[in-house]
């Protein structure tokens, strides 16, 4: 077998689905079936597949240029792009470094936080806090601020970078005072004892993702920024999952009331049809990069960072965003899922949970969830699981019709 699947052992694996076409939020397998894609081809099909809107797009910058370097060359797609994040971002978020993928993106804002504190003069700032249960990329670098047990950290001993880690917050996105207080008090211990090597605080904030769909509150993120500038630490929101509606609001950040120094885009930003990242910076942390010294320039250059093809399609995606409501939508699939989803019950069930396009059934024991990949496409819907979590994160332009059937589907599963 030539072709290597991700996240497989290939001796065992079951031969994958092959899909012949795609179309809306609908998969057109070789074999005849079709099914609806429940999970947006790993989150990132927000406006659903072969849109009219963006294929026009891409077919008019195909015309002109599909790639030009940034190095000692600019073009017009990245520069209108880059104004248009920071229009649309969090006010302060003022810089935008474009990389060709999320855990790309995560890797730069790393380097990012290091290097701006020893621009500062702060040399002994080079490690990042982050929290149990994150998921933030496979890269080096990105898979060393991801979960210490379960993010694969065994495998590579000795080669990722020593990191520190927190609980995950507790308490759901409706979290009460005490346990937001516990949260807190657990930051503010490991900052108060090792803020003077620690860079950065890195959180997906509100949802972490494939890290195991913890929610948590904005509250803690609010009172979080707080801390981190108490001290001197940075602090960056990896929103490559969360960004462009995912957590019912454009961006998470957006339900927090905060500005973080470093926020991450990537999926939703390119609605699925390439790899490409952003990483926003506010004035603060660009201006300690501007320099007569060299070595204070920051050293990081992706061959298709600012893509023209890549940015025209964000652009597209972006204008659909707005022109099309999609926050609205995104809030009829909410309440959607809190009827069917929440509801859900049975004695393989632990916990259920909504927040914004993302319903989640998570169980005590993955074995209660094995070969309901097959039970689902059975029925129509392409639902991927993974570890003891079933969930959907469907397309924006999925229909009532289709996302109740998804629903039917995950219903079925736990009442057999």
Same mark, same amino acid.
């Given at each position: 077998?030539?072709?290597?699947?991700?996240?497989?052992?290939?001796?065992?694996?079951?031969?994958?689905?092959?899909?012949?076409?795609?179309?809306?939020?609908?998969?057109?397998?070789?074999?005849?079936?079709?099914?609806?894609?429940?999970?947006?081809?790993?989150?990132?099909?927000?406006?659903?597949?072969?849109?009219?809107?963006?294929?026009?797009?891409?077919?008019?910058?195909?015309?002109?240029?599909?790639?030009?370097?940034?190095?000692?060359?600019?073009?017009?797609?990245?520069?209108?792009?880059?104004?248009?994040?920071?229009?649309?971002?969090?006010?302060?978020?003022?810089?935008?470094?474009?990389?060709?993928?999320?855990?790309?993106?995560?890797?730069?804002?790393?380097?990012?936080?290091?290097?701006?504190?020893?621009?500062?003069?702060?040399?002994?700032?080079?490690?990042?806090?982050?929290?149990?249960?994150?998921? =933030?990329?496979?890269?080096?670098?990105?898979?060393? $601020?991801?979960?210490?047990?379960?993010?694969?950290? +065994? @495998? *590579? &001993?000795?080669?990722?970078?020593?990191?520190?880690?927190?609980?995950?917050?507790?308490?759901?996105?409706?979290?009460?005072?005490?346990?937001?207080?516990?949260?807190?008090?657990?930051?503010?211990?490991?900052?108060?004892?090792?803020?003077?090597?620690?860079?950065?605080?890195?959180?997906?904030?509100?949802?972490?993702?494939?890290?195991?769909?913890?929610?948590?509150?904005?509250?803690?993120?609010?009172?979080?920024?707080?801390?981190?500038?108490? =001290?001197?630490?940075?602090?960056?929101?990896?929103? $490559?999952?969360?960004?462009?509606?995912?957590?019912? +609001? @454009? *961006? &998470?950040?957006?339900?927090?009331?905060?500005?973080?120094?470093?926020?991450?885009?990537?999926?939703?930003?390119?609605?699925?049809?390439?790899?490409?990242?952003?990483?926003?910076?506010?004035?603060?942390?660009?201006?300690?990069?501007?320099?007569?010294?060299?070595?204070?320039?920051?050293?990081?250059?992706?061959?298709?960072?600012?893509?023209?093809?890549?940015?025209?399609?964000?652009?597209?995606?972006?204008?659909?965003?707005?022109?099309?409501?999609?926050?609205?939508?995104?809030?009829?699939?909410?309440?959607?899922?809190?009827?069917?989803?929440?509801?859900?019950?049975?004695?393989?069930?632990?916990?259920?949970?909504?927040?914004?396009?993302?319903?989640?059934?998570?169980?005590?024991?993955?074995?209660?969830?094995?070969?309901?990949?097959?039970?689902?496409?059975?029925?129509?819907?392409?639902?991927?699981?993974?570890?003891?979590?079933?969930?959907?994160?469907?397309?924006?332009?999925?229909?009532?019709?289709?996302?109740?059937?998804?629903?039917?589907?995950?219903?079925?599963?736990?009442?057999?």
């Amino acid at each position: 077998m030539s072709l290597w699947y991700p996240y497989a052992q290939m001796k065992t694996m079951s031969p994958p689905l092959d899909v012949a076409s795609a179309s809306g939020a609908v998969l057109q397998l070789t074999d005849g079936r079709k099914l609806i894609d429940s999970i947006s081809s790993w989150w990132c099909v927000i406006h659903g597949y072969n849109h009219p809107v963006i294929n026009a797009a891409i077919q008019q910058q195909l015309t002109q240029m599909s790639h030009v370097m940034l190095g000692g060359l600019t073009h017009e797609p990245a520069r209108k792009l880059a104004d248009k994040l920071v229009a649309m971002t969090p006010d302060g978020l003022n810089h935008v470094f474009f990389g060709d993928s999320g855990s790309v993106g995560v890797e730069i804002a790393l380097k990012m936080a290091i290097q701006y504190h020893k621009n500062a003069g702060s040399h002994d700032k080079t490690q990042i806090l982050a929290l149990e249960k994150a998921y =933030h990329g496979d890269t080096i670098g990105a898979m060393s $601020v991801c979960d210490p047990v379960e993010g694969m950290h +065994s @495998l *590579f &001993a000795g080669l990722l970078p020593q990191q520190r880690f927190l609980p995950a917050p507790i308490g759901g996105f409706d979290a009460d005072e005490s346990a937001t207080q516990h949260n807190l008090k657990l930051l503010s211990a490991m900052l108060d004892e090792h803020a003077n090597t620690i860079a950065a605080f890195i959180v997906e904030p509100l949802i972490q993702a494939a890290g195991g769909f913890n929610f948590y509150s904005p509250t803690y993120l609010k009172e979080a920024r707080r801390i981190c500038d108490e =001290h001197n630490v940075l602090l960056i929101f990896d929103e $490559v999952a969360t960004g462009f509606g995912r957590a019912g +609001s @454009l *961006f &998470a950040a957006d339900q927090t009331g905060i500005t973080p120094d470093i926020m991450v885009l990537g999926k939703g930003l390119t609605a699925g049809y390439a790899g490409h990242s952003a990483v926003m910076a506010t004035d603060r942390l660009f201006n300690a990069f501007l320099s007569d010294d060299e070595s204070k320039s920051f050293m990081h250059g992706p061959t298709f960072m600012g893509n023209p093809m890549a940015c025209t399609i964000a652009l597209s995606s972006i204008e659909l965003f707005e022109k099309e409501d999609r926050l609205s939508r995104i809030q009829q699939i909410e309440s959607i899922l809190k009827d069917r989803i929440l509801p859900i019950t049975g004695k393989a069930v632990k916990d259920t949970r909504v927040l914004g396009a993302t319903g989640v059934v998570e169980v005590d024991d993955s074995a209660s969830l094995q070969g309901v990949q097959n039970f689902a496409a059975d029925r129509g819907v392409w639902l991927r699981p993974f570890g003891t979590y079933a969930y959907t994160m469907p397309p924006y332009v999925i229909t009532d019709e289709q996302l109740h059937q998804i629903c039917d589907v995950l219903q079925a599963w736990f009442k057999q």
